[in-house]
């Protein structure tokens, strides 16, 4: 069973619409990320959230907004998209850096 | 800089097969690994960590791996190869600065024939 759920799990878009990418878990963790994930890639990080205050930014472009509005939900607000921003998008949650991060299964996103 | 190599991109081994998945990494301070997996359409798992106890680690699905200071590696091991073992792998380090940072390997795709 997935830990970290993530909704929706497709998502087909224009470059135009406005959606929203959803991630909740109720494990405690007071850390949560935002990854994008290429085919046959690693994840990239693109944003880190502790104790809900954003803690890291990978210099993601700002059609990307990352929203924390409590600790066990977490947003990824997205607005004019690219189509090279297609990727899968996942979500995590963790305790600390001596502790492994928590995956959900991910957004497949396309972008027409 | 901190970093994560995996040797091989991709690795194919025959079904009952030892695996062997090269990991080495670079670091000022002593590090926190990990090995996850990833099966198709799916978020990554983890399989084992090192946080400093023992040097041999135990993982899910009879994966282990032994942690050498000394050659700064981290090689995952399991001494026969499932053909549901097919998966992508992933080496990674806790970023050395502190903080949440996990710094990933680029991967290795292992491949389990018949």
């Known amino acids: 069973d997935t830990e970290v759920t993530q909704t929706p799990k497709h998502l087909v878009m224009g470059m135009t619409n406005k959606k929203s990418l959803k991630c909740e878990q109720h494990?405690?963790?007071?850390?949560m990320y935002w990854y994008k994930q290429k085919a046959k890639k690693p994840p990239e990080l693109m944003f880190v959230?502790?104790?809900?205050?954003?803690?890291i930014n990978e210099s993601v472009p700002s059609r990307f907004s990352p929203e924390c509005p409590n600790s066990s939900l977490l947003n990824l607000h997205l607005h004019a998209l690219q189509p090279e921003d297609s990727a899968l998008y996942l979500c995590?949650?963790?305790?600390?850096?001596?502790?492994?991060?928590?995956f959900g299964d991910g957004t497949r996103l396309s972008i027409l | 800089a901190q970093s994560v190599t995996q040797l091989g991109s991709h690795v194919s081994v025959s079904e009952g097969a030892l695996v062997l998945l090269r990991c080495n990494y670079s670091?000022?301070?002593?590090?926190?690994l990990f090995w996850y997996v990833q099966y198709p359409n799916q978020g990554l798992q983890l399989l084992l960590k090192?946080?400093?106890?023992?040097?041999l680690v135990k993982g899910i699905n009879g994966f282990e791996a032994e942690f050498k200071k000394s050659e700064t590696s981290f090689h995952l091991t399991k001494p026969s190869a499932h053909m549901s073992d097919a998966a992508e792998y992933f080496c990674?380090?806790?970023?050395?600065?502190?903080?949440?940072?996990?710094?990933f390997g680029a991967g290795t795709r292992l491949f389990v024939k018949a």
């Open positions: 995590a949650s963790g305790r600390g850096r001596d502790q492994p991060q928590h």
């Open positions: 494990m405690g963790h007071r850390a």
């Open positions: 959230y502790s104790y809900e205050k954003l803690s």
């Open positions: 670091s000022s301070v002593p590090p926190y």
């Open positions: 090192y946080t400093s106890a023992a040097t």
């Open positions: 990674a380090v806790s970023d050395e600065a502190g903080g949440f940072k996990t710094i």
